[in-house]
């Protein structure tokens, strides 16, 4: 048994959280807070969940358990899985580490945990047998030193380390921190990995004698970790010290419908009828149907306790719908209004600043730091015991120390928007007493003139009464003219003042914007544009005129692009907004002048790109046609001003993109020529010239792309050849032009495109390298851009791709790695992070055929990740918020195809195809994202049912991969490539079930697409793929064994004629297989 210590040991205290007697039959609910062993009788809904844990403990020594904040994690392990390991001999040990100076070593804190657990559930066989100083490893392992309990049955110490995700933030805050958490993870991985430390490892070869202390095959202790999901990747991270993270993983989802039911119902008992709790659980899963319900069981605890408040409040035997009213966000916002209403204003700013960091995690701190905090706000002596009895605030020991943090993450959203506020508001504030104080400052100007006034009035009434008067009078009168000379010289001073200022403020906002645009400095451009509005905030009203009021427009909407050419494009929406309503003013009060027509055009265009980049397609639209029509008849207007003519060709340039991006690709084509035309007068105009051509390559990009998907490749190849060389000389001739570096980069990865088009894959790498390191420079001086860095990852996709087509798999995925790893740490708008995550679901099925992959839910956590981080910045009526979950399943899906389990890639596949059904996506983006999805479905369960041999149903599902291809407007040769691959797989399902003819049909279009592509050059191990199954069709088809034989042999050839690494993938294993079998089965 371990040698006692002075010291205590940290656990988590089993039900700190809760003060006694919360809960019973009229409270049965508890919000915000966590169950423990103690209140277990009302934890419902989570029986399989707990059962599944219960089972992976028991077979393997660690054990994962993910998910994401506010699933109930902490709960399933304490009210949950402690309460049915513990009568099966199992011992838990709570541990959650301290990484503070004044802690001691991980290890030693980890040791104490377990000593003061097993002396409460029993006895070590060898007392005192540990030695200060051991190793974790060295402690669990000695030699016939084994925990009994009272009965003397063998007790099995369950070691859990719960919110995990610490040891990635809170320890990382400095280096001693860091250095803590790395001793942990050396202790922890020779825990896991059963091996024995190196140090102790050294000891033994210089002294064997140790030997004997220590049984090296015991594995008699388990081990869990429960962490937040979106920490998945970096506990991916460990796996080259601990390969056992990626083996036993467990994800918990949201709760299904049913189980939300019975986490109402089971608690409430005769307070709730079904049908109040069906309510419920469509009211928190925000209106979806109980049977098709997602439910977060925190929120649904909290809105549960809420509702039971109000019945109380009002008298009510029971819970009815009417009590209902309201929104889960509302809930989540009048609970943490209502905690701290009778406090004072000082405990929300000291909680708000204190309990939750800068980025929005939540904090603890020491309990003894809160009080004094709390005193010095002006709040009770007993308002921390009040705030954790209202559930906003928990305390917790760690180490003798009690530590107070928000009771939930839930809360970390509310109370950051409010502390948002409050800071707002006291800046306001701020600057309003100092306008105040400059306006006092003004007014006693003002009183000293009155004053100097009054005294000459006087004078002149003496100087009437009495002649010894004149002399006095004479000199008041002389002091009050000088006055007003002083007076009117300070006006004159404040205008002259003004007049500077205002020029100063013209030559930031666009002499020098001109000259800093092309050099990409975000942040200089944002600082400039915040200078300019703090002095016109400044400024007082009675020097508000037109021109103030347009400079103040400009001054928005450079904020505003700024902030969305970051990917800030939530934060961007309000100075874009404003600024729009300023010009628009101007507008209706009869400004007219270019700069104004130019400004409001410019503000509109970049409202249109920020409604693209937040994937609001019909808005974008919208927008991008207003933008044309404001600026179209002055640009039309003989003797147009070149920079009219200028925002003309980039507002038509940007509608072409508008359109492009939404597959309305003829208009787009036909609004990317008209700015073609524009740019290419400019060009002619030497003053204007670089800034035309660089205009004009980057709308040449966007028009070889539109020609391309429109299925006229030859016009794209036309258009980049003749435009790549106009980008090089802008490029040369302005160093550091950062418009240039971009418009080249954007042709270069057209050209990739064109490449691989064409099956040139080498040069498409290279072209598409070459692309990121324009990226990569651009980036060195405009480091915050969110689109360049878009860019970049697409050109890396581009040469993976290419990798992946020549067979250099581990290329394919460093690179995509490499973009997976950049998105997750810089975040970006939902466009870029949308675009991102079909690059990692395409990783992640590689990875998956590879044999990678032996945990689904860990393999698709990153992808999940990226497409919540997206749908977070959407609307709450967005497309995509709602296709997000099922694309989650769909790739689910996938991977279970990939590594060989077809009966439940078809469970899944089937269960999501409805749920599309019930969407209906209506802009182009929407509508492309949705065919390709459900593309995706239909093609794992065609795979599927061929795999598991149900002919009819495979037929069926075949019928649904092909139809309505290719969709109208998107003939691009990798679609029309993707096509070919799909029609041969799904004429190989009809010919199973016996279709012939339609099985001929569709096979006789794939071969002849297959003909062209392998004519052209093409032998990647994707070509080679096609065509076996062309050939597998071909067989099926065939009317003599001699014919059978041909084509099924001729497959195998396909397959055996690829590079080693192609021949590994799973997918081509099962054809080869598949070919096998059929050549057997027809052999002479």
Same mark, same amino acid.
């Given at each position: 048994?371990?040698?006692?210590?002075?010291?205590?040991?940290?656990?988590?205290?089993?039900?700190?959280?809760?003060?006694?007697?919360?809960?019973?039959?009229?409270?049965?609910?508890?919000?915000?807070?966590?169950?423990?062993?103690?209140?277990?009788?009302?934890?419902?809904?989570?029986?399989?969940?707990?059962?599944?844990?219960?089972?992976?403990?028991?077979?393997?020594?660690?054990?994962?358990?993910?998910?994401?904040?506010?699933?109930?994690?902490?709960?399933?392990?304490?009210?949950?899985?402690?309460?049915?390991?513990?009568?099966?001999?199992?011992?838990?040990?709570?541990?959650?580490?301290?990484?503070?100076?004044?802690?001691?070593?991980?290890?030693?804190?980890?040791?104490?945990?377990?000593?003061?657990?097993?002396?409460?559930?029993?006895?070590?066989?060898?007392?005192?047998?540990?030695?200060?100083?051991?190793?974790?490893?060295?402690?669990?392992?000695?030699?016939?030193?084994?925990?009994?309990?009272?009965?003397?049955?063998?007790?099995?110490?369950?070691?859990?380390?719960?919110?995990?995700?610490?040891?990635?933030?809170?320890?990382?805050?400095?280096?001693?921190?860091?250095?803590?958490?790395?001793?942990?993870?050396?202790?922890?991985?020779?825990?896991?990995?059963?091996?024995?430390?190196?140090?102790?490892?050294?000891?033994?070869?210089?002294?064997?004698?140790?030997?004997?202390?220590?049984?090296?095959?015991?594995?008699?202790?388990?081990?869990?970790?429960?962490?937040?999901?979106?920490?998945?990747?970096?506990?991916?991270?460990?796996?080259?010290?601990?390969?056992?993270?990626?083996?036993?993983?467990?994800?918990?989802?949201?709760?299904?419908?049913?189980?939300?039911?019975?986490?109402?119902?089971?608690?409430?008992?005769?307070?709730?009828?079904?049908?109040?709790?069906?309510?419920?659980?469509?009211?928190?899963?925000?209106?979806?149907?109980?049977?098709?319900?997602?439910?977060?069981?925190?929120?649904?605890?909290?809105?549960?306790?809420?509702?039971?408040?109000?019945?109380?409040?009002?008298?009510?035997?029971?819970?009815?719908?009417?009590?209902?009213?309201?929104?889960?966000?509302?809930?989540?916002?009048?609970?943490?209004?209502?905690?701290?209403?009778?406090?004072?204003?000082?405990?929300?700013?000291?909680?708000?600043?204190?309990?939750?960091?800068?980025?929005?995690?939540?904090?603890?701190?020491?309990?003894?730091?809160?009080?004094?905090?709390?005193?010095?706000?002006?709040?009770?002596?007993?308002?921390?015991?009040?705030?954790?009895?209202?559930?906003?605030?928990?305390?917790?020991?760690?180490?003798?120390?009690?530590?107070?943090?928000?009771?939930?993450?839930?809360?970390?959203?509310?109370?950051?928007?409010?502390?948002?506020?409050?800071?707002?508001?006291?800046?306001?504030?701020?600057?309003?007493?100092?306008?105040?104080?400059?306006?006092?400052?003004?007014?006693?100007?003002?009183?000293?003139?009155?004053?100097?006034?009054?005294?000459?009035?006087?004078?002149?009434?003496?100087?009437?009464?009495?002649?010894?008067?004149?002399?006095?009078?004479?000199?008041?009168?002389?002091?009050?003219?000088?006055?007003?000379?002083?007076?009117?010289?300070?006006?004159?001073?404040?205008?002259?003042?003004?007049?500077?200022?205002?020029?100063?403020?013209?030559?930031?906002?666009?002499?020098?914007?001109?000259?800093?645009?092309?050099?990409?400095?975000?942040?200089?451009?944002?600082?400039?544009?915040?200078?300019?509005?703090?002095?016109?905030?400044?400024?007082?009203?009675?020097?508000?005129?037109?021109?103030?009021?347009?400079?103040?427009?400009?001054?928005?909407?450079?904020?505003?692009?700024?902030?969305?050419?970051?990917?800030?494009?939530?934060?961007?929406?309000?100075?874009?907004?404003?600024?729009?309503?300023?010009?628009?003013?101007?507008?209706?009060?009869?400004?007219?002048?270019?700069?104004?027509?130019?400004?409001?055009?410019?503000?509109?265009?970049?409202?249109? &790109?920020?409604?693209?980049?937040?994937?609001?397609?019909?808005?974008?639209?919208?927008?991008?046609?207003?933008?044309?029509?404001?600026?179209?008849?002055?640009?039309?207007?003989?003797?147009?001003?070149?920079?009219?003519?200028?925002?003309?060709?980039?507002?038509?340039?940007?509608?072409?993109?508008?359109?492009?991006?939404?597959?309305?690709?003829?208009?787009?084509?036909?609004?990317?020529?008209?700015?073609?035309?524009?740019?290419?007068?400019?060009?002619?105009?030497?003053?204007?010239?670089?800034?035309?051509?660089?205009?004009?390559?980057?709308?040449?990009?966007?028009?070889?792309?539109?020609?391309?998907?429109?299925?006229?490749?030859?016009?794209?190849?036309?258009?980049?050849?003749?435009?790549?060389?106009?980008?090089?000389?802008?490029?040369?001739?302005?160093?550091?032009?950062?418009?240039?570096?971009?418009? &080249?980069?954007?042709?270069?990865?057209?050209?990739?495109?064109?490449?691989?088009?064409?099956?040139?894959?080498?040069?498409?790498?290279?072209?598409?390298?070459?692309?990121?390191?324009?990226?990569?420079?651009?980036?060195?001086?405009?480091?915050?851009?969110?689109?360049?860095?878009?860019?970049?990852?697409?050109?890396?996709?581009?040469?993976?791709?290419?990798?992946?087509?020549?067979?250099?798999?581990?290329?394919?995925?460093?690179?995509?790695?490499?973009?997976?790893?950049?998105?997750?740490?810089?975040?970006?708008?939902?466009?870029?992070?949308?675009?991102?995550?079909?690059?990692?679901?395409?990783?992640?099925?590689?990875?998956?055929?590879?044999?990678?992959?032996?945990?689904?839910?860990?393999?698709?956590?990153?992808?999940? &990740?990226?497409?919540?981080?997206?749908?977070?910045?959407?609307?709450?009526?967005?497309?995509?918020?709602?296709?997000?979950?099922?694309?989650?399943?769909?790739?689910?899906?996938?991977?279970?195809?990939?590594?060989?389990?077809?009966?439940?890639?078809?469970?899944?596949?089937?269960?999501?195809?409805?749920?599309? &059904?019930?969407?209906?996506?209506?802009?182009?983006?929407?509508?492309?994202?949705?065919?390709?999805?459900?593309?995706?479905?239909?093609?794992?369960?065609?795979?599927?049912?061929?795999?598991?041999?149900?002919?009819?149903?495979?037929?069926?599902?075949?019928?649904?991969?092909?139809?309505?291809?290719?969709?109208?407007?998107?003939?691009?040769?990798?679609?029309?490539?993707?096509?070919?691959?799909?029609?041969?797989?799904?004429?190989?399902?009809?010919?199973?079930?016996?279709?012939?003819?339609?099985?001929?049909?569709?096979?006789?279009?794939?071969?002849?697409?297959?003909?062209?592509?392998?004519?052209?050059?093409?032998?990647?191990?994707?070509?080679?793929?096609?065509?076996?199954?062309?050939?597998?069709?071909?067989?099926?088809?065939?009317?003599?064994?001699?014919?059978?034989?041909?084509?099924?042999?001729?497959?195998?050839?396909?397959?055996?004629?690829?590079?080693?690494?192609?021949?590994?993938?799973?997918?081509?294993?099962?054809?080869?297989?598949?070919?096998?079998?059929?050549?057997?089965?027809?052999?002479?």
């Amino acid at each position: 048994m371990p040698a006692e210590s002075p010291r205590p040991p940290m656990t988590a205290p089993v039900s700190s959280a809760l003060a006694p007697g919360a809960i019973d039959a009229q409270h049965p609910w508890l919000g915000l807070a966590s169950f423990t062993e103690d209140t277990r009788a009302y934890f419902h809904g989570r029986d399989d969940e707990v059962g599944e844990l219960g089972r992976r403990v028991q077979r393997k020594l660690l054990t994962i358990l993910f998910g994401q904040s506010g699933l109930g994690k902490t709960s399933i392990l304490r009210a949950g899985l402690v309460p049915r390991l513990r009568p099966e001999g199992y011992c838990p040990v709570y541990v959650r580490l301290d990484y503070g100076r004044e802690s001691p070593p991980p290890a030693e804190q980890i040791k104490l945990a377990i000593y003061r657990a097993t002396e409460a559930a029993g006895h070590w066989t060898r007392a005192g047998i540990a030695t200060a100083g051991e190793s974790l490893w060295e402690f669990l392992h000695h030699r016939d030193d084994v925990l009994r309990d009272a009965e003397g049955r063998t007790l099995v110490p369950l070691l859990i380390f719960d919110q995990f995700e610490e040891i990635f933030t809170l320890a990382q805050g400095d280096d001693h921190g860091r250095q803590r958490a790395a001793e942990f993870i050396e202790e922890l991985a020779d825990l896991v990995e059963n091996r024995a430390p190196r140090a102790l490892e050294a000891r033994l070869e210089a002294d064997e004698a140790g030997l004997e202390k220590y049984d090296f095959s015991r594995s008699d202790y388990r081990i869990l970790i429960a962490l937040r999901e979106d920490y998945l990747a970096h506990l991916e991270g460990l796996r080259a010290r601990m390969p056992s993270v990626t083996q036993n993983r467990m994800r918990l989802a949201r709760m299904t419908g049913a189980q939300a039911l019975a986490a109402v119902t089971g608690p409430g008992g005769s307070l709730v009828n079904d049908e109040v709790a069906a309510a419920i659980v469509r009211f928190v899963a925000g209106g979806a149907e109980v049977e098709r319900a997602e439910v977060e069981p925190s929120l649904l605890s909290l809105v549960c306790r809420e509702l039971n408040n109000t019945r109380l409040a009002q008298g009510e035997a029971t819970i009815s719908t009417a009590l209902l009213a309201g929104s889960r966000d509302t809930i989540l916002s009048e609970f943490y209004e209502r905690t701290l209403a009778d406090q004072p204003a000082g405990v929300r700013a000291f909680l708000e600043d204190e309990l939750l960091t800068d980025s929005g995690y939540r904090e603890s701190i020491a309990e003894e730091r809160v009080r004094k905090g709390l005193a010095a706000a002006g709040a009770a002596e007993n308002t921390l015991a009040l705030l954790i009895d209202r559930r906003l605030l928990r305390v917790e020991e760690r180490l003798d120390v009690r530590r107070v943090e928000l009771t939930h993450d839930v809360l970390c959203g509310v109370v950051k928007a409010s502390r948002t506020l409050r800071h707002e508001r006291e800046a306001l504030e701020q600057a309003g007493r100092e306008l105040e104080a400059q306006r006092e400052r003004e007014a006693a100007t003002r009183r000293s003139l009155n004053r100097a006034r009054l005294a000459a009035a006087v004078a002149g009434v003496l100087m009437l009464g009495a002649a010894g008067s004149a002399v006095f009078g004479w000199v008041n009168l002389r002091r009050a003219a000088a006055a007003e000379i002083r007076a009117s010289r300070e006006r004159d001073r404040a205008q002259q003042s003004r007049a500077e200022a205002e020029k100063l403020v013209s030559f930031l906002l666009d002499d020098l914007y001109t000259e800093l645009e092309p050099t990409g400095k975000i942040e200089i451009v944002s600082g400039l544009a915040r200078r300019a509005l703090a002095y016109f905030s400044a400024l007082p009203p009675e020097f508000h005129d037109a021109r103030s009021e347009r400079f103040r427009a400009i001054a928005l909407s450079r904020l505003g692009l700024s902030l969305s050419q970051q990917g800030k494009t939530l934060e961007a929406e309000d100075p874009l907004r404003e600024a729009e309503e300023l010009f628009r003013r101007l507008a209706d009060q009869g400004d007219r002048s270019p700069e104004t027509i130019v400004g409001h055009t410019a503000v509109v265009r970049q409202q249109s &790109r920020n409604a693209y980049l937040q994937n609001r397609a019909g808005l974008s639209v919208e927008l991008g046609r207003r933008a044309v029509t404001l600026v179209q008849p002055a640009a039309a207007a003989a003797g147009a001003p070149a920079f009219i003519r200028l925002e003309h060709g980039r507002s038509t340039m940007n509608y072409g993109f508008i359109l492009l991006r939404e597959r309305q690709h003829a208009e787009s084509i036909e609004a990317l020529r008209q700015a073609l035309g524009i740019f290419e007068k400019l060009r002619d105009e030497p003053q204007h010239r670089q800034r035309a051509r660089v205009q004009y390559a980057e709308a040449c990009a966007w028009l070889s792309e539109a020609l391309r998907r429109n299925g006229q490749v030859a016009d794209a190849v036309e258009i980049l050849r003749a435009a790549v060389p106009i980008a090089n000389e802008a490029v040369e001739a302005e160093a550091g032009n950062l418009g240039a570096l971009r418009s &080249r980069a954007l042709l270069r990865s057209r050209q990739a495109q064109a490449a691989m088009d064409d099956f040139q894959y080498r040069e498409a790498e290279k072209l598409a390298l070459a692309t990121a390191a324009d990226w990569t420079e651009f980036l060195r001086f405009d480091a915050a851009n969110d689109t360049a860095r878009n860019n970049r990852r697409v050109a890396r996709g581009v040469a993976a791709a290419a990798q992946w087509r020549i067979g250099e798999f581990e290329s394919a995925i460093r690179l995509s790695r490499e973009n997976a790893r950049e998105i997750i740490a810089a975040g970006g708008s939902p466009s870029t992070v949308r675009g991102a995550a079909f690059q990692t679901e395409v990783l992640d099925a590689i990875e998956a055929d590879l044999g990678r992959v032996t945990d689904v839910d860990a393999a698709i956590a990153e992808g999940n &990740r990226m497409r919540a981080l997206a749908v977070a910045q959407v609307d709450p009526e967005n497309y995509f918020r709602f296709v997000t979950p099922l694309w989650n399943e769909n790739q689910r899906s996938e991977l279970l195809l990939r590594t060989g389990r077809p009966d439940e890639a078809l469970t899944v596949a089937r269960s999501v195809a409805g749920k599309f &059904r019930t969407l209906n996506p209506v802009a182009g983006s929407e509508k492309e994202t949705h065919r390709y999805l459900l593309e995706g479905n239909a093609r794992v369960q065609t795979e599927a049912l061929l795999r598991l041999r149900r002919w009819a149903e495979a037929a069926q599902a075949a019928r649904d991969l092909v139809r309505g291809r290719p969709a109208l407007g998107d003939t691009s040769p990798g679609t029309l490539d993707d096509l070919a691959t799909d029609r041969a797989i799904a004429a190989v399902a009809l010919a199973r079930h016996g279709d012939k003819a339609e099985a001929r049909e569709l096979l006789s279009a794939a071969a002849r697409s297959n003909r062209e592509r392998r004519a052209a050059g093409a032998d990647d191990h994707a070509s080679r793929t096609q065509t076996a199954w062309i050939a597998l069709g071909e067989g099926l088809l065939a009317a003599t064994p001699a014919e059978q034989r041909r084509w099924f042999a001729q497959g195998i050839s396909e397959v055996n004629g690829m590079a080693p690494q192609p021949q590994r993938l799973r997918s081509v294993r099962e054809l080869r297989e598949t070919l096998e079998a059929e050549l057997a089965r027809v052999a002479p």
